[in-house]
């Protein structure tokens, strides 16, 4: 048995407890309080996950626009190892991990749609 974990008798102690505190009329409400709660965060827990995604899925979308000089740039500056050895596609992913980790992904995006204007503008 791991710490910390119940077994059946812990468990029907535990019942009792709660059936003496809330009373009978009381723990249906407090099982579906319970099991909306539950719900509610992993709805939340679900958003925030796909915001996630898509944000990842924009900022590669935007690295890919960039030139291969500007690339490499910005995955020394957050950090990437080894930066000029890596093929393309392999630097993007690295820089969104690192981007990622340090809570910069926003930031990425806007250098990269910025790096992107600019070359535009210069041919």
């Given at each position: 048995m791991l710490p910390g974990s119940f077994q059946g008798m812990e468990w029907v102690i535990i019942l009792l407890i709660v059936l003496l505190i809330f009373g009978p009329t009381k723990l249906p409400q407090l099982a579906r309080g319970l099991g909306q709660a539950l719900?509610?965060?992993r709805?939340?827990?679900?958003?925030?996950?796909?915001?996630l995604e898509r944000s990842q899925s924009e900022?590669?979308?935007?690295?890919?626009?960039?030139?291969?000089e500007t690339l490499r740039?910005?995955?020394?500056k957050l950090g990437v190892?080894?930066?000029e050895k890596k093929k393309r596609d392999d630097l993007i992913v690295e820089i969104i991990n690192e981007a990622k980790k340090k809570g910069l992904l926003d930031?990425?995006?806007?250098?990269?749609e910025q790096s992107t204007?600019?070359?535009n503008t210069e041919t």
């Open positions: 719900y509610e965060f709805r939340a827990s679900q958003g925030v996950v796909e915001d900022a590669k979308k935007s690295l890919q626009g960039i030139d291969d740039k910005l995955a020394e190892k080894d930066a930031e990425i995006k806007v250098e990269a204007k600019s070359t």
